[in-house]
């Protein structure tokens, strides 16, 4: 049974800086490209970042460039996103997603596996 969790979210004041995790189990880590996507009250699923299975191509919405970073090690099947330089519209509901294959930027239905989300909240 595969095994999705993320950890990390909490409340910053903006300019703070967060690090989500994501652990995966059930599944052979390394075969699966990741994603970290976010919603917001009222709005759409948002892929926010995704990264390839070897952790060499990375994607990031232009909403986060240059903030945040996604990170992944195979060896403890866990993915990351640094997030730094928080804004207020960065609150939402965070959620880690795995799948076979490589595209970008993430879509949200070619993903397989999903957490139940953490939540992150900045505060102005």
């Known amino acids: 049974q595969v095994q999705v969790v993320e950890s990390g979210g909490g409340s910053v004041q903006a300019g703070g800086s967060l690090r989500l995790s994501c652990t995966a189990s059930?599944?052979?880590?390394?075969?699966?490209?990741m994603g970290w996507f976010r919603r917001a009250p009222g709005k759409e699923r948002e892929g926010v970042s995704c990264i390839s299975w070897r952790g060499d191509s990375t994607y990031y919405a232009d909403s986060v460039k240059g903030r945040f970073t996604i990170s992944r090690d195979n060896a403890k099947n866990t993915l990351y996103l640094q997030m730094n330089s928080l804004k207020p519209e960065d609150t939402a509901m965070y959620y880690c997603?795995?799948?076979?294959?490589?595209?970008?930027?993430?879509?949200?239905?070619?993903?397989?596996?999903w957490g139940q989300g953490t939540q992150v909240t900045v505060s102005s």
């Open positions: 997603a795995g799948r076979l294959g490589w595209t970008y930027p993430p879509a949200p239905d070619e993903y397989n596996y």
């Open positions: 059930g599944l052979t880590f390394d075969d699966y490209a």
